[in-house]
């Protein structure tokens, strides 16, 4: 098992909360992304870091949020049985629109790792790596996004769901300059 802990990881299901940035975040997922490679083989073509986690020195929530990217969407209900065996369990394919979604931690408790499995080069692979490297690209963009997260987290401490859709047209807007429109 791995320990999420040392790695400052760990928020409770379905709350709010950020946490300052951790120079351990990436090494948190680079131990993750291996795993996942090894549980999955060659059915993930790519395997990205992105979220907050992988902005550095911005302020997240505590959780990597990894991009795994597949040949065809249906390929994302095969990876059921391999993630549940590194500690996974599958969220659905319901939540977000072509986003076959994993979970770790405890639950019904507790994340510490989000897992969005999706189509390689499709649409939301390209939305969410255009979003990751315009902030990484940017500290002024990426300030500006941790200032609207901090105010967001602050309004829906006990909603993710309200707080992803209020933190929506920054990202959209983000993506449309990245010049990948929506």
């Known amino acids: 098992m791995r320990d999420d802990a040392s790695y400052g990881l760990g928020l409770k299901n379905m709350t709010v909360s950020l946490a300052e940035p951790n120079t351990l975040w990436q090494q948190a997922y680079a131990n993750e992304a291996h ?3 090894q549980a999955l083989g060659d ?3 790519g395997i990205q870091h992105v979220g907050s986690t992988a902005i550095p020195g911005i302020k997240a929530k505590p959780i990597i949020d990894i991009l795994v990217g597949v040949k065809h969407l249906d390929d994302g209900l095969c990876c059921i049985g391999a ?3 590194i500690g996974y369990d599958y969220a659905g394919g319901d939540i977000v629109p072509d986003d076959h979604i994993f979970g770790r931690g405890i639950k019904n408790e507790s994340r510490t790792h989000l897992v969005h499995v999706v189509e390689y080069r499709g649409d939301n692979w390209k939305r969410m790596i255009a979003f990751r490297d315009a902030l990484r690209g940017d500290t ?3 300030r500006a996004y941790e200032q609207l997260k901090v ?3 602050g309004e829906h401490a006990e909603s993710r769901a309200q ?3 209020a933190k929506q047209a ?3 807007e983000v993506v449309i300059a ?3 429109g929506q």
């Open 151 to 153: 105010g967001l987290a």
């Open 178 to 180: 990245s010049g990948l």
């Open 170 to 172: 920054f990202i959209d």
């Open 43 to 45: 059915i993930a073509i």
């Open 35 to 37: 795993a996942i490679r």
């Open 83 to 85: 993630m549940e065996a």
């Open 140 to 142: 002024r963009l990426a």
């Open 163 to 165: 707080y992803t859709r």
